[in-house]
């Protein structure tokens, strides 16, 4: 009988200590998550939430796409500061701009800093915390709300073919590349709608407007002060267009005081 309870308890300490061991080989991702429970027939019992390491730290409130944000007179004054002077279009080749690049040297590219950034909710990331899995994301352009980041392109507010023909042209490729994968500045580069980002393309405002309207007067005057920071310049045309947009916004805000 000693011998039969000796016996028992030597099988439980094995099976508990094979337990141990699945569990530690989880924690260190040697194992998929979950084996453990599905090895006890609890997967079903535990409501699938990630782990805390595949969540992303809490991003920066979203700023609201209201003209309310925008200051008029930083803007206008900014504005003038910009050269105004033909493009060069011919040229262009988008290898030469890298971009979706970790310049910090971590495994978070420019695009999975974005998503995390811009996500409404802490994005989940993948076991090795280099990728967005999940998210939610308002499109400022269209209104639209995307939780799939394979639904979300990362735009450059200014173009980088539009980037090239008005001054960057005469950049080194690691400007270029500073510019293509700026996260230093949220008005460089935002979350958008594939469609939304593609329809756009490398056209400015005067070729293309956001079709959410009370975005419109937020769009310009985030690019006026893109084109201003990075030292670009605008021909003629967009000139007039810019200019005629932000003061009609400008009026408008003025009105509703």
Same mark, same amino acid.
């Given at each position: ?44 019992? +535990?409501?699938?939430? @990630?782990?805390?390491?595949? !969540?992303?730290?809490?991003? $920066?409130?979203?700023? *609201?796409? &209201? =003209? ?76 639209? +709300?995307?939780?799939? @980041?394979?639904?979300?392109? !990362?735009?450059?507010?200014? $173009?980088?073919?539009? *980037?090239? &023909? =008005? ?91």
């Amino acid at each position: 009988m000693a011998r039969r309870r000796s016996l028992t308890l030597r099988g439980l300490f094995i099976v508990l200590a094979i337990l141990a061991a699945i569990a530690v080989a989880e924690r260190v991702d040697i194992l998929p998550p979950g084996t453990l429970d599905r090895l006890l027939g609890q997967e079903a019992q +535990r409501a699938r939430q @990630p782990r805390r390491s595949q !969540i992303a730290e809490p991003p $920066p409130p979203v700023v *609201a796409s &209201s =003209s309310d944000r925008i200051d008029y007179t930083e803007v206008a004054r900014r504005l003038d500061t910009i050269r105004v002077a033909p493009e060069k279009r011919r040229g262009y080749e988008r290898e030469a701009w890298p971009h979706w690049l970790a310049l910090d040297g971590g495994c978070l590219n420019a695009r999975e800093k974005v998503l995390i950034r811009d996500s409404r909710r802490p994005a989940t990331l993948d076991a090795k915390g280099c990728t967005v899995k999940s998210g939610e994301w308002i499109d400022l352009y269209t209104g639209e +709300r995307f939780t799939d @980041p394979q639904m979300v392109d !990362i735009d450059h507010r200014v $173009p980088l073919e539009e *980037a090239y &023909s =008005s001054g960057g042209h005469e950049w080194s490729r690691e400007r270029r590349a500073a510019y293509a994968n700026d996260t230093s500045d949220p008005l460089t580069l935002l979350a958008a709608s594939r469609e939304a980002n593609r329809a756009k393309g490398s056209k400015g405002p005067e070729e293309w407007l956001p079709p959410k309207r009370d975005g419109i007067c937020l769009y310009v005057a985030d690019w006026i002060l893109v084109k201003a920071r990075w030292e670009l310049s605008m021909d003629e045309r967009e000139r007039v267009t810019v200019g005629n947009i932000l003061a009609d916004c400008r009026a408008s805000a003025a009105q509703q005081r």
